[in-house]
């Protein structure tokens, strides 16, 4: 298994407060990405990093901002948590470089509940 | 702009029943193709992909052919077990950037 924990693996948080979860990874791969899964929905981008302080925006991306300041951290930052935010968090890298081959591996998974 | 649609579930089996989920893609270039399982409370598990049109993924009894005339890469089992309760993802991905279907959930009743 690849090796990628994410931190916290559940959270309650109130309306208004910041929220910051952590991704890591053991692996030393480029890509990392942070997305949400919601009944419905299915799985959708929040944001993902293509290297150390690179990143872009995804199709979920308001009201989200995210920092990778080492190759192995990726951190989400909800800056004023809403209830709609209310979600499964998933966390997921993948490699390409050198191998042609973009397959995914993805974290445990946050829970985090906005009341 | 590209898209992954994949049949809507529940779908609902008897042990060592035939498996089929039908997955179609759109895309303007030339994806690889892959498989995802998610067993409940985990993150998704690559199952099995396919990088070029004809090439046939296989992993823990599962198969699918990139077929480009078609735009599928329909997931195949001959035999479902209980253990393969789950919901499947089908996804395209061109480069770093996957896109992900809405999931099929797999009911297997002994």
């Known amino acids: 298994d690849a090796g990628i924990t994410q931190s916290p693996r559940h959270k309650v948080t109130e309306t208004g407060t910041p929220v910051t979860l952590r991704c890591h990874q053991t692996e030393n791969h480029r890509y990392m990405y942070w997305y949400r899964q919601d009944p419905g929905h299915g799985l959708r981008l929040i944001h993902y990093s293509y290297g150390v302080k690179d990143t872009d925006k995804g199709e979920v991306s308001d009201g989200y901002s995210v920092s990778r300041s080492k190759t192995e951290d990726f951190l989400l930052t909800l800056e004023s948590a809403t209830s709609s935010q209310t979600s499964v968090y998933f966390c997921?890298?993948?490699?390409?470089?050198?191998?042609?081959?973009?397959?995914?591996?993805f974290g445990p998974g946050t829970r985090l509940t906005v009341t | 702009g590209d898209s992954v649609t994949q049949m809507e579930g529940p779908v609902t089996l008897s042990e060592e029943a035939f498996l089929t989920i039908n997955c179609t893609y759109t895309a303007t270039g030339y994806p690889s193709l892959f498989w995802y399982v998610q067993y409940p409370g985990e993150g998704l598990q690559l199952l099995l992909k396919a990088t070029k049109a004809d090439d046939k993924g296989s992993n823990k009894g599962f198969e699918a052919t990139y077929r480009k005339e078609t735009t599928s890469f329909h997931l195949e089992k001959g035999s479902v077990q209980v253990s393969d309760s789950a919901v499947y993802f089908c996804?395209?991905?061109?480069?770093?950037?996957?896109?992900f279907g809405a999931g099929t959930r797999l009911f297997v009743k002994a």
């Open positions: 996804a395209s991905g061109e480069g770093f950037k996957t896109i």
């Open positions: 997921a890298i993948s490699e390409g470089v050198g191998t042609g081959s973009y397959e995914q591996y």
